[in-house]
């Protein structure tokens, strides 16, 4: 088993969208779990989406309708996206409107990274 490391400290000079879109454009495979998804949030993930499917990676969304602030043109265009990616690319809902986690986890080479914290995209 290798060993785990566990960090809680953030530099002010990365951002958590900073944070994100480093493990995603360089993952194997990815899972973003989340109440919100917004337009801006596709627009600030789309490159790094991009990149990572063209890498290869398999990326997974599971996107909460909490309180509708999810915009349906995002998860419009996330669906095309998958439809683009097939075999890479897939997004889930929740089944009811509690849905309100937050949760990246990337499998970035030999680590696993799990991001949990409050932060939507949106």
């Known amino acids: 088993m290798s060993p785990v490391s566990v960090y809680h400290f953030i530099p002010e000079e990365e951002t958590f969208e ?63 996206l998958s439809k683009d990616h097939e075999n890479q690319l897939a997004v889930y809902f929740d089944s009811d409107f509690g849905f309100h986690y937050k949760l990246a986890l990337f499998k970035v080479k030999k680590k696993q990274i799990v991001i949990i914290g409050s932060s939507n995209l949106s």
Request: charged content about 20%.
């Open 18 to 80: 900073t944070r994100l879109l480093n493990r995603l454009e360089a993952c194997q495979e990815a899972w973003l779990a989340t109440a919100f998804f917004t337009g801006g949030a596709f627009k600030a993930l789309k490159p790094a989406l991009l990149d990572a499917l063209a890498a290869g990676a398999k990326v997974k969304f599971l996107l909460g309708r909490f309180d509708f602030v999810t915009e349906p043109k995002a998860v419009s265009d996330l669906l095309q």
